[in-house]
């Protein structure tokens, strides 16, 4: 009985820190500006978030959502993935987690009417 209080004390003291880090993330915004090129950019307070953070270009779909491709945010945390050729669907383009640094973000989903 005493093992089993201690192990749910250190779950809880992990669940504590852990929570504690994401907390102390930067929040992240992603914005598409040009949906022929899937062009835009990254913002947050902490350039650390913006200065090449990994953006992903994803497909909305029933279940798992498909991954188009990947860029890496310039200084400015601008990126563009140079007119992918995207099937009609509806996409978007997401940030990853810098787990305790940067909180992941997502940008609006566009739809795509027209072979591209």
């Given at each position: 009985?005493?093992?089993?209080?201690?192990?749910?004390?250190?779950?809880?003291?992990?669940?504590?820190?852990?929570?504690?880090?994401?907390?102390g993330?930067?929040?992240?915004?992603?914005?598409?500006?040009?949906?022929?090129?899937?062009?835009?950019?990254?913002?947050?307070a902490?350039?650390?978030?913006?200065?090449?953070?990994?953006?992903?270009?994803?497909?909305?779909?029933?279940?798992?959502?498909?991954?188009?491709?990947?860029?890496?945010?310039?200084?400015?945390?601008?990126?563009s993935?140079?007119?992918?050729?995207?099937?009609?669907?509806?996409?978007?383009?997401?940030?990853?987690?810098?787990?305790?640094?940067?909180?992941?973000?997502?940008?609006?989903v566009?739809?795509?009417?027209?072979?591209?």
């Open positions: 009985m005493k093992f089993l209080k201690v192990l749910l004390a250190a779950l809880a003291v992990a669940a504590i820190a852990a929570a504690t880090a994401w907390a993330e930067e929040p992240t915004t992603v914005k598409v500006t040009n949906q022929v090129d899937v062009a835009g950019k990254v913002i947050s902490d350039s650390f978030c913006t200065n090449g953070r990994k953006v992903v270009l994803m497909e909305k779909r029933k279940g798992k959502d498909d991954k188009h491709g990947t860029d890496d945010a310039d200084g400015q945390g601008k990126f993935f140079g007119n992918p050729g995207l099937d009609p669907g509806r996409y978007y383009v997401r940030a990853k987690r810098i787990l305790g640094a940067c909180a992941p973000g997502k940008s609006d566009f739809r795509v009417s027209n072979a591209g």
